[in-house]
């Protein structure tokens, strides 16, 4: 079975600093790696997705993750943090492969922007 | 592009009482998941549709728990004989065929057991 996990509840990065949210996962064979953020009041919305390729990714507003085979790692990363990046991010795994599966989620990280 | 909706937001109900619960997804978009949410985690995957079709069901999904797509646009997720552990927000989500993985979500519905 595969699983997710984000060891930081809670991440705090001043304005204008890089900013990493960690995962790691446990799956079999190749995954298929997302990350997804929850703003306050509103659904769910895709940021990025590894699938094969490059291991650096990169997504919506700015941010890009980095998939990690031997650490079996995909944090999340932007260069600046923005106010406006406060929000609760999740990351996913999926096997990926014989068709879609399901998309496991790890319990996520909520990242506060200090101004 | 009017994303996913849902109906209703919320929902309090006594236990024992049934629900039901409706996704309209992205016009466009073929597949339709259900996923449950408690507080501190993360979405649990339910179910999903591809079209009319339901492929695949969780465990997590009971006896009491059924999900319909009978044209393949909107799905309707009962619940009967409601328990208190099944308060949580339930949310649907949508996407095409060829991007499985891109999955947009609806707002979601606060079902409280009392």
């Known amino acids: 079975a595969q699983s997710v996990a984000q060891p930081e509840d809670q991440v705090n990065v001043a304005e204008g600093n890089p900013l990493t949210v960690k995962c790691t996962y446990s799956v079999s064979g190749n995954p298929y790696l997302f990350w997804y953020v929850q703003y306050p009041n509103r659904g769910l919305q895709f940021l990025l997705k590894y699938i094969t390729g490059d291991n650096l990714v990169k997504g919506s507003y700015g941010f890009e993750a980095e998939f990690n085979k031997s650490q079996t790692s995909f944090h999340l990363k932007k260069p600046s943090a923005l106010v406006s990046d406060s929000a609760l991010y999740f990351c996913a795994v999926s096997p990926g492969s014989g068709g879609y599966q399901k998309v496991t989620f790890g319990t996520g990280t909520k990242l506060q922007v200090i101004p | 592009d009017t994303g996913v909706s849902q109906d209703p937001r919320h929902k309090i109900t006594k236990r024992g009482q049934n629900v039901t619960f409706r996704c309209d997804p992205i016009?466009?978009?073929?597949?339709l998941y259900w996923y449950r949410q408690t507080l501190g985690q993360g979405p649990e995957f339910l179910t999903y549709?591809?079209?009319?079709?339901?492929?695949?069901k969780s465990r997590l999904l009971s006896d009491r728990f059924s999900a319909e797509r009978p044209k393949g646009s909107f799905s309707t997720l009962e619940i009967q004989r409601t328990e208190q552990g099944d308060s949580a927000m339930y949310l649907c989500?949508?996407?095409?065929?060829?991007?499985?993985?891109?999955?947009?979500f609806g707002p979601g519905t606060r079902l409280t057991v009392t």
């Open positions: 016009s466009e978009h073929n597949r």
């Open positions: 549709f591809q079209n009319e079709a339901q492929l695949e």
């Open positions: 989500a949508s996407s095409r065929d060829g991007a499985p993985y891109e999955q947009y």
